[in-house]
């Protein structure tokens, strides 16, 4: 069956940290692949998505991702966070099977300290 | 664009009343999502449409729940009658065609149900 999968439930880093959330995909083919932000209160902002070609996609807000083919993995990217960071990170995935719908990992919730 | 617009953004209602959620999608976007967001499932898609035609709505957790998408620029999600378990965030994305292209989401209506 198709899945999504991000591990961590929340992340805490330091302001200024490197970051990096991790997402995994359950497919037998390449899927579309997405990250979304969500800040308290507001609706899912898009980051970034992967379709083809290069495997490292660069999103807005200095983010990035990659996708490892061979790991099956899209997991985000950031050198430096910054407190203004702080949200709920999902991955979501498009299958190449006629749906036009996304499947949402479960979130990873990201706190960031001074 | 002023994006996707959902009314009212909060609702507070007694149980056993009917509750209408209320989305305008970006304009010239064909596909149309309802998504409800709780802690304990996350995101999960009720139903979407295309070009005013509901496509899927396997998400739909049961007869009390009813959606409409009447013309290109509008569309409600019906609950009749409302129960406490359907307190939630509910979300309107909406996406031109294909799969690839981004879902813009709207603020979400944050429902509850006494």
């Known amino acids: 069956a198709q899945s999504v999968t991000q591990p961590d439930i929340h992340i805490t880093v330091s302001e200024g940290a490197s970051l990096e959330l991790r997402c995994n995909y359950s497919?037998?083919?390449?899927?579309?692949l997405f990250w979304y932000v969500q800040s308290p209160g507001q609706g899912l902002q898009l980051l970034l998505k992967?379709?083809?070609?290069?495997?490292l996609v660069q999103g807005i807000k200095g983010f990035e991702a990659e996708f490892k083919r061979s790991q099956s993995s899209f997991n985000l990217r950031k050198p430096s966070v910054h407190w203004s960071d702080a949200a709920e990170y999902f991955c979501?995935?498009?299958?190449?099977?006629?749906?036009?719908?996304?499947?949402f990992g479960t979130g990873t919730r990201l706190t960031v300290i001074p | 664009d002023a994006g996707v617009i959902q009314s009212p953004r909060h609702e507070v209602t007694e149980m056993g009343q009917e509750v209408t959620l209320r989305c305008k999608p970006i304009?010239?976007?064909?596909?149309l999502f309802w998504y409800r967001q709780t802690m304990m499932r996350g995101l999960e898609l009720l139903i979407y449409?295309?070009?005013?035609?509901?496509?899927?709505d396997s998400g739909m957790p049961e007869d009390r729940f009813s959606a409409k998408m009447p013309n290109a620029s509008f569309s409600t999600l019906k609950i009749q009658p409302s129960e406490p378990r359907d307190s939630a965030v509910y979300f309107c994305?909406?996406?031109?065609?294909?799969?690839?292209?981004?879902?813009?989401f709207g603020p979400g209506t944050r429902l509850l149900v006494l």
């Open positions: 994305a909406s996406s031109r065609p294909p799969l690839q292209e981004t879902q813009y």
């Open positions: 497919y037998g083919a390449t899927p579309y």
């Open positions: 992967y379709f083809s070609g290069d495997t």
């Open positions: 979501a995935v498009g299958f190449q099977t006629g749906a036009n719908n996304l499947f």
């Open positions: 304009s010239g976007h064909d596909y």
């Open positions: 449409f295309n070009n005013n035609v509901p496509i899927d």
